[in-house]
């Protein structure tokens, strides 16, 4: 089954970057397109970022484009989201996810808790 693990958040000061990963197993790595969502306290789910299966595609929401970066490691089954200028505003906790298509991208996995004080 699908086994994601995100890693690499913390508590940072706005300005700052961060870089999140996200391990993968139990599917084709490869065959899947991956994702990053952010969940802040009484906030829907909203979604950040794709990347498609060989990574040559990326999607942005408009509040990152420009900011953040998502890339893909197909060898590691891993896809990261790097974090630039870094806003208050982009407190959340961060799941990634993955679907065979983009409109199926789920199973999230635990999640990672990213802080960025002002």
């Known amino acids: 089954q699908v086994q994601l693990v995100e890693s690499g958040g913390g508590l940072v000061q706005a300005g700052d970057s961060l870089r999140l990963s996200c391990a993968a197993s139990?599917?084709?790595?490869?065959?899947?397109?991956m994702g990053w969502v952010r969940q802040a306290p009484g906030k829907e789910r909203e979604f950040v970022a794709h990347?498609?299966?060989?990574?040559?595609?990326?999607y942005y929401s408009d509040s990152v484009k420009g900011r953040f970066t998502i890339s893909r490691d197909n060898a590691k089954s891993t896809v990261y989201l790097q974090m630039n200028s870094l806003k208050p505003e982009d407190t959340a906790i961060y799941y990634c996810?993955?679907?065979?298509?983009?409109?199926?991208?789920?199973?999230w996995g635990q999640g990672t808790q990213v802080t960025v004080s002002s």
């Open positions: 996810g993955a679907g065979r298509t983009r409109g199926t991208v789920g199973s």
């Open positions: 990347i498609s299966n060989s990574g040559n595609m990326q």
């Open positions: 139990g599917f084709v790595f490869r065959n899947y397109v």
